[in-house]
């Protein structure tokens, strides 16, 4: 995943609104209307927030009718997470050097 990519992905779900959406969409799809309810702002502020997830590949919408229904795109989402987990195996390889590195100086220092 390129760099920018990212960003944009990180800049999304640095919102706590968004980062509830992803949540919410978790748990299966979920329509504009059922996702806006527990959030006290004006429906134009709240697809402020559906756009920018839709834009970032975070979220899919289909509209059938007058419906639009939002669900997590499982690909960009493990993306994400490969990204993760690649920095997390970096940090713990860095924190098991580390850790050797203490072991040996307090050996040695007996």
Known sequence: MEQHQLNGIFQALADPTRRAVIGRLGRGPASVG????????????????IRMLEETGLIRTSKAGRV??????KDRLAA???????????WEGR???????????????K
Do not use: N, Y
């Open 34 to 49: 059922e996702l806006a309810a527990p959030f006290e702002m004006a429906l134009p502020s709240f697809m402020k927030h």
């Open 80 to 90: 994400v997470s490969g990204w993760i987990e690649e920095q997390r195996a970096i």
């Open 95 to 109: 924190t098991d050097r580390l850790e050797q590195f203490v072991t040996q100086q307090e050996e040695i220092s």
């Open 68 to 73: 639009r229904t939002c669900s997590i795109d």
